[in-house]
């Protein structure tokens, strides 16, 4: 059984498209989150749920947003795709508390043309 | 958020002990250590944390400084699998769910 899924692995889509990402974790956690991991390899929190209640929202466009129907689902919705949002993006879960590891999924490699 | 600061790079010898060293001088006293790696076309994995206290699992040992201003990654036996970029991360934060904050990571090469 894989932990943190997403759904698809890989998205190749044409600018001005609007496009989700889906997630589920099966670990029990509360929190999940949204990553995203550019050209350049760095990777940067997007955002954050807690038992489906937005608690970090980065500096990311209105074009981006997150839903989470349950604390087993975060799904990230785009609107309006550009070529500046090609990327992997991850999603990840953990358990509250500082002492708790996060366990990422295998990624969604997005390519806008 | 406190920062950590890693080497770029490293190279290692397979089956040879590896020691990726961390700083991170502006510690809270309430932050752990986490360190997570991600291999080529993979997602981070985590590979250990601690606070204090040196720390030991199947895939490496984390020796902490006394002080905590700086730790160590201890890889036993480095294999061709290992070559990575590992993240060394506090994870602090005012609230439970502090967030991981990914610096650029040392890349591990691991040579035959």
């Known amino acids: 059984d894989t932990a943190v899924s997403q759904t698809p692995k890989y998205l190749v889509t044409q600018m001005g498209n609007d496009k989700s990402i889906k997630c589920e974790q099966n670990l029990g956690h509360d929190t999940m989150y949204w990553y995203k991991q550019d050209s350049k390899k760095f990777l940067k929190i997007m955002f954050s749920y807690n038992n489906k209640e937005l608690i970090i929202n980065e500096t990311v466009p209105n074009r981006f947003s997150p839903k989470s129907p349950d604390k087993a689902h975060l799904n990230l919705h785009i609107n309006s795709l550009e070529l500046g949002d090609s990327a992997v993006y991850f999603c990840?879960?953990?358990?509250?508390?500082?002492?708790?590891?996060?366990?990422f999924g295998s990624g969604t490699r997005l390519t806008v043309v | 958020d406190a920062k950590t600061t890693q080497p770029n790079s490293m190279e290692s010898n397979e089956e040879e002990p590896v020691h990726l060293p961390c700083n991170h001088s502006t510690i809270s006293g309430t932050d752990y250590i986490h360190w997570y790696r991600q291999l080529p076309s993979q997602g981070p994995e985590y590979v250990i944390h601690?606070?204090?206290s040196n720390v030991n699992n199947r895939m490496a040992s984390l020796a902490i400084a006394e002080d905590r201003k700086s730790s160590t990654l201890i890889l036993h036996r480095a294999t061709l699998r290992d070559a990575a970029v590992y993240y060394c991360i506090l994870r602090g934060g005012s609230s439970n769910t502090g967030k991981l904050i990914f610096g650029q990571g040392t890349t591990l090469q691991v040579k035959p």
């Open positions: 601690g606070l204090t």
């Open positions: 990840a879960s953990s358990q509250d508390g500082r002492h708790y590891g996060y366990t």
